[in-house]
């Protein structure tokens, strides 16, 4: 009689129990990718006008979950925020910053100055003849003032030059350096570090990892820390590949920039998985090669061996990304899902890549489960 009596009271009081443990679990959602790296370094992501200004209505609480670090992928760029002379457009990069501002985010400005997507009336005067080195410079300085003083103390850090060192590590050729020379890398820093003193600045580039071109980006920012610039850190880009570059340099390359006194950001990582046209090309659009079939393996869905392969790469780079935790301050992803990465269309047009953490519906590959089991670890 005992024994009926405690197990009529246990039964119920044991499925109270588990109602409540299941109950606690649903109503508890499971960390974003920010919660793991919380005190590691930051979490970002590049997001474009689409998400941006709510059109694609997931990616905002998306953005939210997931990251406390935010940039805008081409909004910020010259020829969208000052397509024409006199003219600015500040309505995406204000919702963008709006945005950030309300979540409490970690807010990067990209680009100020660049060779790429900045309107050719930039380096011409009102009857298209070139501008001499002064006059260029006004130009800069006018767009570098505008832009910061509008986001000052609202955008937390800026890449103000992207780009600048060639693949042989010498000074690209571009219209900036052949108009202004190659202090036009310093004038752009002593522009942006007036225009907000209290922001973060940085220089960032694809393949500097690359030991080559990471000997001319060094020497760079030597040439600038040692001409009294204020900078703050550099960015790595990361546009990586399966099977490059190597762990070995991705490591050493930390420890080279890092030991120069300058914060380590990772800015637009993402991993190519589909065969590349070229090899070492990084991130350098200028290059766009023709489509081929065999470009494009995988047009319907990312094979189950592959989706194995991009989550052990991610995670061994993000293992010796929390190496480097003490020196790195950020981790951005180039794009929210495979399905707005530029990738898609780059350096082959029409491809369907698979590069980042989350398909093409928001939902978590095998990809974001190595990197968040690196954070356990």
Wanted: glycine share 6%; with cysteine; proline share 6%.
């Amino acid at each position: 009689m005992k024994i009926q009596l405690i197990n009529n009271l246990v039964k119920p009081i044991a499925g109270f129990i588990a109602f409540m443990l299941l109950l606690n679990s649903c109503s508890r959602p499971e960390p974003g990718l920010k919660d793991k790296f919380t005190d590691h370094f930051l979490i970002g992501a590049a997001l474009n006008t689409n998400q941006i200004m709510a059109i694609d209505s997931a990616a905002l609480p998306f953005v939210i979950r997931h990251f406390n670090s935010i940039t805008a992928e081409n909004a910020m760029k010259w020829e969208r925020i000052h397509p024409r002379p006199g003219e600015y457009n500040f309505t995406v990069p204000d919702s963008l910053v709006a945005f950030g501002e309300r979540n409490g985010m970690f807010i990067v400005g990209h680009c100020l100055l660049w060779h790429q997507q900045t309107p050719d009336w930039v380096f011409e005067d009102s009857l298209g003849n070139p501008l001499d080195r002064e006059a260029l410079l006004e130009v800069l300085k006018n767009h570098i003032f505008t832009v910061m003083d509008r986001y000052k103390g609202k955008v937390h850090g800026w890449d103000v030059v992207n780009e600048a060192v060639d693949e042989d590590g010498q000074m690209r050729r571009t219209k900036w350096y052949e108009i202004i020379g190659e202090d036009y890398v310093q004038k752009a820093f002593e522009f942006a570090r007036e225009a907000d003193p209290r922001a973060e600045l940085y220089y960032n580039d694809y393949n500097i990892e690359q030991p080559g071109k990471r000997e001319g980006a060094v020497k760079l920012l030597q040439s600038l820390i040692k001409n009294g610039v204020k900078i703050d850190g550099v960015g790595i880009q990361g546009h990586w590949h399966l099977n490059s570059p190597s762990l070995e340099v991705i490591d050493s390359s930390l420890t080279i920039f890092s030991s120069l006194g300058l914060k380590v950001h990772i800015t637009e990582l993402d991993i190519d998985v589909l065969p590349s046209p070229y090899e070492g090309m990084g991130a350098d659009i200028s290059h766009t090669a023709e489509f081929m079939q065999a470009m494009n393996p995988w047009p319907e869905s990312l094979p189950d061996s592959m989706q194995q392969a991009l989550a052990q790469r991610y995670a061994d780079i993000f293992n010796i990304f929390l190496k480097h935790h003490a020196v790195l301050d950020r981790v951005t992803f180039w794009g929210l899902h495979d399905g707005y990465s530029w990738k898609n269309n780059w350096p082959v047009r029409g491809r369907t890549n698979y590069p980042l953490l989350f398909d093409r519906n928001y939902q978590p590959k095998p990809a974001y489960d190595a990197v968040m089991e690196t954070a356990v670890n």
